[in-house]
């Protein structure tokens, strides 16, 4: 596995368990209820047990387990995570008839297991850092002469992750995209994309790209992720708000444009995105090819926006040292995913057909469904 997706898989525990003080509160709320005058106070144990689950559940919903599964592979240390922690607290906060006694004696041990789960991983990853770090420093030597990214490709829709045919399919058709956005962006050739490693689970294509069509990628891709979860935000309120029309035809055929609307735009977006980069590319390059323009963007566009409504995901795992603004596009990036992947299961299974059928590229000799 590379060791730059090793590393990233590892601060996304530090960030997620560590940062955002869960592993500190677990500790903290398992002292609080040991003392003897503590046990019988059960809006106390409440109040922990929902605090509790409210991190779960950000936990659950990320991409963390997937992420421990891979860099914690061995019997002996598995992820925190594979324990049914959230099961057992939903059980827990459920049972209005718990008794108080049985109540703080549930909670205790789910804390005991939650604390000594987190402190062995804590302990594991923070040792496989140590190892990782060096082989890391002489990775980001090579992307710092090169100049070049490691972009991360993650395919987590079954269509294209069952199938090697499919996978196939798909590869082929990102391999022309990034060359085609390369050429609206640079008049230098292009290298053939290097597949850096493939990895399991959800397919993870780990790709070696220019450094400056890396830039403007992210700032693509953030724009996609944002209008993407702009509509799957809307979808979730659109029934409570046609509720309140009580059957007026015209505002509720209003309500229906404006979904319509918002669907189209994902690609507009992206697509207005691509043509304003390729503009400021080529006041700077007079060489870019000016050719065909409009057909280039689209099938840009058509690919990204593909990729995105399908609840798949990009990230930047590796650039050169100086650009450390672009580790903040990289976690604005990934926060917005998690967000729309949880909405996105929650949009009916009609209107994620609705999406697939609008933005499923076909290749030109595929017929049509």
Do not use: C
């Amino acid at each position: 596995m590379n060791i730059q997706s090793l590393l990233e898989k590892i601060n996304l525990f530090e960030k997620l368990v560590v940062e955002s003080g869960f592993k500190r509160d677990v500790t903290g709320f398992k002292e609080s209820i040991a003392p003897q005058q503590n046990r019988q106070n059960l809006q106390l144990f409440q109040d922990i047990a929902k605090k509790i689950q409210a991190y779960l559940n950000m936990i659950y919903e990320s991409d963390l387990p997937e992420s421990l599964e891979s860099v914690l592979p061995t019997e002996s240390k598995r992820p925190f995570t594979e324990t049914d922690h959230l099961e057992k607290l939903n059980e827990i906060l459920d049972d209005n008839e718990l008794a108080t006694t049985q109540y703080f004696s549930k909670l205790n041990s789910l804390l005991n297991t939650l604390q000594s789960q987190i402190e062995e991983n804590h302990t594991e990853l923070n040792r496989l850092r140590t190892i990782f770090k060096n082989y890391a420093d002489f990775e980001q030597q090579e992307i710092n002469s090169e100049e070049y990214a490691v972009i991360s490709l993650i395919f987590k829709d079954l269509k294209t992750t069952k199938s090697l045919k499919e996978f196939s399919r798909v590869l082929n058709k990102w391999n022309r995209t990034l060359l085609i956005y390369h050429q609206l962006l640079k008049s230098e050739a292009p290298k053939d994309i290097e597949i850096v490693e493939v990895q399991n689970g959800s397919i993870d294509v780990l790709v070696n790209i220019d450094l400056d069509i890396a830039l403007d990628l992210v700032e693509l891709i953030k724009l996609g992720f944002k209008v993407f979860g702009g509509y799957l935000l809307y979808k979730t309120k659109a029934k409570e708000i046609i509720a309140t029309y009580f059957g007026n035809k015209v505002l509720i055929a209003q309500e229906k444009k404006r979904e319509d609307e918002m669907l189209e735009n994902i690609h507009k977006a992206i697509e207005a995105k691509i043509l304003e980069q390729h503009k400021i590319a080529k006041k700077e390059d007079n060489g870019i090819d000016g050719t065909a323009i409009k057909a280039k963007v689209k099938d840009v566009a058509d690919i990204l926006s593909e990729h995105i409504v399908k609840g798949n995901d990009i990230k930047l795992l590796a650039a050169p040292e100086e650009y450390e603004e672009l580790e903040e596009e990289a976690e604005e990036i990934r926060l917005t995913s998690i967000s729309n992947r949880r909405a996105l299961k929650e949009l009916p299974k009609e209107d994620r057909l609705k999406l697939i059928e609008k933005y499923e590229t076909k290749d030109k000799d595929e017929p049509k469904k």
